[in-house]
Structures are given as structure tokens and as C-alpha cells.
């Protein structure tokens, strides 16, 4: 049975930061392409950031480009994504996908939320 599990998200202040984490079992994890994607309230879900298999490629959206760091650990199965520099507009819930060849997953998301 795949799953992917994250966690991580919270609320924090306009400015501050946060680590979210997805750890995978029921893959071999270093075949994947991992990503990050959010939703916000009313609005469709989108690319945050991507990592290639053996992390030697990420790519950002220009939204979060210089303040988001995705990074992998292939022999912990698992996916981070450093947020910093949070703004309001931050605020969704973050998910993480596993993807190779026509196959994907996606973990159930964690909320977070950026607020004074």
C-alpha cells in the first residue's frame, strides 16, 4: 500500500518560517519525481516546487522562487520543502506528489497558514 504522509504545517506570522516533510512508503522512492503542490481556498491547485530522483534538478514556481527549498533524502524516502520569507498569500494546504512514468500519488496535505 503507497502512502504518503506530511506534516509539518502550522500557523505562522507575515515573515517567519516553516518545514513541511513527506515520508513515502510502498515505493521505490528514488524512482520518483517528488513535488510540492498547494490549494488555496477558491483557487486551483498548483506547482510549488519539484525535485528530480536523484536531486539533481529542482524547479520552483516564480512565486516562491528564492524564499522555497525543496530537498530529498532517497534513503530516508523522504521530501521536504523549507518555507521562508511566508506572506499571507502562502496561506493553503500543501501537498506533496510522488510521480514516475504515468504513475502518481499524493499525500492528504498539511494546512499552512500565514497570519499576524
Known amino acids: 500500500q503507497v502512502q504518503l504522509v506530511e506534516c509539518g504545517g502550522g500557523v505562522v506570522q507575515p515573515g517567519g518560517s516553516l518545514g513541511l516533510s513527506c515520508v513515502a512508503s510502498?515505493?521505490?522512492?528514488?524512482?520518483?519525481?517528488m513535488s510540492w503542490y498547494r490549494q488555496a481556498p477558491g483557487k486551483e491547485r498548483e506547482l510549488v516546487a519539484s525535485?528530480?530522483?536523484?536531486?539533481?534538478?529542482?524547479n520552483y514556481a516564480d512565486s516562491v522562487k528564492g524564499r522555497f527549498t525543496i530537498s530529498r533524502d532517497n534513503a530516508k524516502n523522504t521530501v521536504a520543502l523549507h518555507l521562508s520569507g511566508l506572506k499571507p498569500e502562502d496561506t493553503a494546504v500543501y501537498y506533496c506528489k510522488a510521480k514516475y512514468s504515468l504513475t502518481q500519488y499524493w499525500g492528504q496535505g498539511t494546512q499552512v497558514t500565514v497570519s499576524s
Open positions: 525535485i528530480g530522483s536523484d536531486g539533481g534538478s529542482t
Open positions: 510502498g515505493i521505490t522512492f528514488s524512482r520518483y519525481v
